[in-house]
């Protein structure tokens, strides 16, 4: 993992214009600023999906078509703490639907919690967890032929390049047989003054966020970031529908990584790219899933319609 992630920073501040990798923003302070990130007023998106998944929990389940006769899995990519999903779940189990949840997560640690609070709070459900990379267990999908709805939820796939959203897409409508269902819930598109103090929330919560990258390579990488002198600033262009974070140095400075033995040098007003955000609207969707035998049936909105949950079909 630790060379791994060496390598990983080192590309990424050895280009001419630098990043650094967004899963790396999920270590233990990672994954809390990330919980704070969604109860921020500023953060619409966790809002939005779960009035979605609380108020049209019954049209998701139409628009997924399921027999109620027929076992089926219902996976979900990157589960996290499941509150969302419990909306669902918990109406699969009165309406004596026929299935296993199967929730997949990078975090061993996220998937015992979710375990342990669904074992008491939906005390029927069968919940068979799987830790892992979800682009690597994806192929692990293969081994059972029973009907599988996947749950890909809050705009994770907005992290990926259009390029990386499409070979995921790719590899996901691959791994399913005809008639299997995916809910993929994205941000979409809308004015700048919505979005972007999403991801430049009052408190600083997204900026310590952002900067705990930093600190992770200070502590786990022995360098001398000094966090002081950079800023946090995200930027939104409306017309791509694409949100970007970035690290900017404030001075011209350098920064020794120890365990590189190496050394960096940041300009005054350099930036790191940190993270995309991508927004979406159908056209873009349809784009990313032209080359994958996944197509869009329906589409649920949030009551101001920020935010889609796509119910998809492979075909
Ligand atoms: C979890 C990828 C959906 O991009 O909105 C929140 C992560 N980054 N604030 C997003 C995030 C900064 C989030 N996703």
Do not use: C, W
Not at 195 to 210: E, H, M, Q, S
Not at 225 to 246: L, V
Request: aromatic share 10%; net charge neutral.
């Amino acid at each position: 993992m630790n060379t791994k992630f060496q390598n990983d920073i080192n590309e990424g501040l050895s280009k001419a214009l630098k990043s650094l990798p967004s899963k790396y923003f999920y270590d233990k302070t990672g994954d809390d600023l990330f919980v704070k990130i969604m109860n921020l007023p500023e953060y619409y998106l966790t809002k939005a999906e779960f009035d979605i998944f609380k108020n049209q929990t019954k049209n998701i389940i139409a628009a997924l078509d399921i027999n109620p006769n027929v076992y089926f899995e219902l996976i979900e990519l990157g589960a996290g703490d499941g509150t969302k999903t419990k909306e669902l779940l918990k109406v699969l189990i009165s309406e004596n639907f026929n299935f296993d949840y199967i929730p997949i997560d990078i975090s061993n640690n996220a998937l015992k919690q979710l375990e342990t609070n669904l074992n008491t709070e939906i005390p029927n459900l069968n919940v068979t967890k799987k830790q892992g990379d979800y682009f690597n267990v994806l192929d692990g999908l293969k081994t059972s032929n029973h009907p599988k709805v996947v749950l890909f939820l809050g705009s994770n796939i907005g992290n990926m390049e259009d390029e990386k959203a499409k070979r995921f897409i790719s590899k996901l409508s691959s791994s399913l047989n005809p008639n299997d269902k995916v809910v993929l819930g994205v941000d979409l598109i809308k004015s700048k003054d919505i979005v972007l103090p999403a991801y430049n929330d009052k408190a600083g919560i997204t900026k310590a966020f952002n900067f705990n990258l930093l600190n992770r390579i200070n502590k786990e990488l022995d360098a001398n970031f000094n966090i002081d002198q950079f800023s946090h600033q995200p930027e939104y262009t409306e017309t791509e529908g694409i949100a970007r974070s970035y690290i900017v140095s404030n001075t011209d400075q350098e920064v020794h990584i120890g365990a590189l033995n190496k050394t960096f040098q940041f300009k005054k007003g350099e930036k790191i790219h940190t993270e995309i955000s991508r927004k979406y609207n159908d056209e873009i969707l349809n784009s990313i899933l032209e080359n994958s035998s996944l197509r869009i049936v329906t589409k649920l909105l949030d009551t101001k319609s920020y935010f889609a949950d796509y119910i998809l079909i492979k075909t």
